[in-house]
Antibody, heavy 121, light 111 residues
Framework: EVQLVESGGGLVQPGRSLRLSCAASGFTFDDYAMHWVRQAPGKGLEWISG????????DYADSVKGRFTISRDNAKNSLYLQMNSLRPEDTAFYYCARGFTIFVRDGIDMWGQGTMVTVSS | QSVLTQSPSASGTPGQRVTISCSGS????????VNWYQQLPGTAPKLLIY???QRPSGVPDRFSGSKSGTSASLAISGLQSEDEADYYC????????????FGGGTKLTVL
């Protein structure tokens, strides 16, 4: 069974950092691109970052560029999101998601259950 | 403001056919395929339609997708109460460095 399990969310003060992790299982991790998508409370989905199978292609939404860093460790079947200089508007559920193929531009076919990040003083 | 435009809400009665639309531009829907996601209350999104018209295994054939120019549509026939959910369209956008963009979502209510 394909599983994506996020962890690392929580309450953090503005300006601080947080690192999210996503543990993947049930599929060959390095056969797929991976993504992070967030959803603010009561709002829609926002794609924030994608990484190709070998980390050779990485892309970010403008809203997080320069503050967030996506990475993956294929040996550990894990995806990460380092979030720095957090702002209240970063408050959201953060979903780890699997791509259709090794390429970021081919979209998302599976989603984790998400982890909540709250940025507040 | 989402790059892809969806009506915020839609409704129908059981057994009816409902259509949800998604409008974009030449840099996204006009030049790339569209995926649709269903998000039931309190759950993660789930892939419903990919590559404009394809259904993943397990998705009932009551759900169908189409695309024309810079717009796409999701149709649900034989509406059921369990179809009450938020529906999102998504497409790759070729502008600037390239990004995935979503519609703002359509909340479907089954009356």
């Amino acid at each position: 069974e394909v599983q994506l399990v996020e962890s690392g969310g929580g309450l953090v003060q503005p300006g601080r950092s947080l690192r999210l992790s996503c543990a993947a299982s049930g599929f060959t991790f390095d056969d797929y691109a991976m993504h992070w998508v967030r959803q603010a409370p009561g709002k829609g989905l926002e794609w924030i970052s994608g990484i190709s199978w070998n980390s050779g292609y990485i892309d970010y939404a403008d809203s997080v560029k320069g503050r967030f860093t996506i990475s993956r460790d294929n040996a550990k079947n894990s995806l990460y999101l380092q979030m720095n200089s957090l702002r209240p508007e970063d408050t959201a559920f953060y979903y780890c998601a699997r791509g259709f193929t090794i390429f970021v531009r081919d979209g998302i076919d599976m989603w984790g259950q998400g982890t909540m990040v709250t940025v507040s003083s | 403001q989402s790059v892809l435009t969806q009506s915020p809400s839609a409704s129908g009665t059981p057994g009816q056919r409902v259509t949800i639309s998604c409008s974009g531009s030449s840099s996204n829907i006009g030049s790339n395929t569209v995926n649709w996601y269903q998000q039931l209350p309190g759950t993660a999104p789930k892939l419903l339609i990919y590559s404009n018209i394809q259904r993943p295994s397990g998705v009932p054939d009551r759900f169908s997708g189409s695309k024309s120019g810079t717009s796409a549509s999701l149709a649900i026939s034989g509406l059921q109460s369990e179809d009450e959910a938020d529906y999102y369209c998504a497409a790759w956008d070729d502008s600037l460095n390239g990004n995935w963009v979503f519609g703002g979502g359509t909340k479907l209510t089954v009356l």
